[in-house]
Nanobody, 119 residues
């Protein structure tokens, strides 16, 4: 069992930046970030493997978001730059065996943190 806790959400103006953190209670090979806006399905944002040398991004955030991890602290980060109003959502951290975009392949989930981008 791995417990995940997200930090760092908040309100930011369009064009601004936020950094999300996700602290895990144990090791997980792959870590991912997903988001869910009101009335929409949960969507993949980014994923990273254990060593951190392989990452995968949704097209909508490529070039603006960066996922990274610090295994000594069991923590994964999501640096979000050039934020847009359409990035507004609850952001969830997830842990699993494989670095995939399919939410069903992740075993553990955090409670989520709200990110709101104002125009």
């Amino acid at each position: 069992q791995v417990q995940l806790v997200e930090f760092g959400g908040g309100l930011v103006q369009a064009g601004g930046s936020l950094r999300l953190s996700c602290a895990a209670s144990g090791r997980s090979n792959a870590m991912g970030w997903f988001r869910q806006a009101p009335g929409k399905v949960r969507e993949f944002v980014a994923a990273i493997n254990w060593s951190g040398d392989s990452t995968y991004y949704a097209d909508s955030v490529k070039g603006r978001f960066t996922i990274s991890r610090e295994n000594a602290k069991n923590t994964v980060y999501l640096q979000m730059n050039s934020l847009k109003p359409e990035d507004t959502a609850v952001y969830y951290c997830a842990a699993g065996k494989y670095m995939r975009s399919d939410a069903k392949l992740y075993d553990y989930w955090g409670q989520g943190t709200q990110v709101t981008v104002s125009s």
